[in-house]
């Protein structure tokens, strides 16, 4: 099978696209480079990866592309953690408005014409920023107040595109909606501001990498957003693309939405401790961990914790990989990436 990947050269299509490669299928890939600048990926020179430079609102090109292709998954969005809610509040709206109306503009197109079966959606955790019951099903979306932040409101909007282009033109979806994804391969991106965190300057504003790279130059206390007490679940980027992939190919998954994550909920404190006892160790003799509060953003939802049952009973699928093993994986990468520079 042929799949066409938007955004293939960002932080979980790097996973998902050699999950797809890896399962024997041909992937075509777009990417304009605007996030990080010109990256490789590990998987660039394989036979069976077409990589197309080009901008994700170009309808024309995807058509053709997507003409070419059995299953189409829009990944491509303008993103970045919590500091871009506020420095991007309106671009976040507006360029990730064109890209998905240019996303199933082609997609609906090529579905007319036969050999496109189906769109997958790439949604977001942020549609439940306003949520009132947790663990949250997939369907509260529907009744809990709108997102609050430009990007959460933005991303309920691509789940109304599936929901419409199905309505209308009976064109197949699925959405995924990734939790809080921890693995290699986000570096600075390249409209990132760097933001003071204590003695520190950060470029990225996601919680693990911000706070691994704090530990690994020194800092001591550590600075952390508020109190530590906002409650998330950390997903293996690498399960994540398991996921995505179970629900593309489960007849099952058709017109259905999946929330994709671990069950595993863990504050930012405790995750903060787990980093600091990684990096300097937890015997007599290690560096005691310490920590103060910086003030919060106000976008930094508190708690996050998805109801998970459905994508288990539905497409068999759990994400195993325990934030331990992630920052095993991380704690190393990042430390490369500083040594030269990247982040």
Do not use: M
């Given at each position: 099978m042929t799949v066409l990947v938007t955004g293939s050269a960002g932080f979980i299509?790097?996973?998902?696209?050699?999950?797809?490669?890896?399962?024997?299928?041909?992937?075509i890939g777009v990417d304009n480079f605007s996030k990080y600048g010109m990256i490789e990926k590990s998987y660039q020179s394989d036979p069976n990866y077409r990589f197309v430079q080009a901008d994700a609102k170009d309808v024309n090109l995807l058509t053709e592309l997507a003409e070419q292709s059995e299953h189409f998954i829009a990944c491509a969005a303008m993103?970045?953690?919590i500091s871009y809610f506020h420095e991007y509040a309106y671009d976040l709206l507006s360029e990730n408005e064109r890209i998905i109306a240019a996303s199933f503009d082609a997609a609906i197109r090529s579905f007319k014409k036969g050999k496109l079966k189906k769109i997958t959606v790439l949604s977001s955790s942020m549609v439940f920023e306003n949520a009132t019951i947790f663990p949250t099903p997939e369907g509260h979306q529907?009744?809990?107040?709108?997102p609050t932040s430009t990007y959460g409101f933005q991303k309920l909007s691509c789940e109304y595109f599936a929901k419409g282009a199905w309505e209308?033109?009976?064109?197949?979806?699925t959405i995924c909606r990734p939790f809080n994804c921890v693995g290699i391969g986000?570096?600075?991106?390249?409209?990132?501001?760097?933001?003071p965190s204590g003695n520190i300057k950060l470029a990225m504003s996601h919680v693990v990498p911000d706070l691994v790279q704090k530990v690994l130059k020194g800092q001591s206390p550590l600075h952390i957003l508020g109190a530590g007490n906002q409650v998330r679940c950390y997903t293996y980027g690498g399960d994540l693309a398991k996921g995505i992939v179970a629900t593309m190919f489960n007849p099952a998954a058709t017109n259905e939405d999946f929330n994709l994550s671990t069950p595993v909920s863990t504050t930012v404190l405790e995750l903060a401790n787990l980093i600091w006892e990684k990096i300097h160790g937890t015997g007599k003799d290690a560096k005691p961990f310490a920590y103060v509060s910086d003030p919060p953003y106000p976008y930094d939802v508190q708690h996050r914790v998805p109801n998970v049952s459905k994508a288990k009973r539905v497409l068999g699928f759990e994400a195993t990989t325990t934030l331990s093993t992630m920052l095993d994986e991380v704690?190393?990468?990042?430390q490369r990436e500083l040594e030269h520079g990247r982040i």
């Open positions: 299509a790097g996973y998902l696209v050699q999950e797809l490669l890896s399962a024997g299928h041909k992937v993103i970045g953690g529907q009744l809990c107040p709108p209308q033109y009976k064109l197949p979806f986000e570096r600075r991106a390249l409209g990132d501001t760097e933001i704690i190393p990468w990042i």
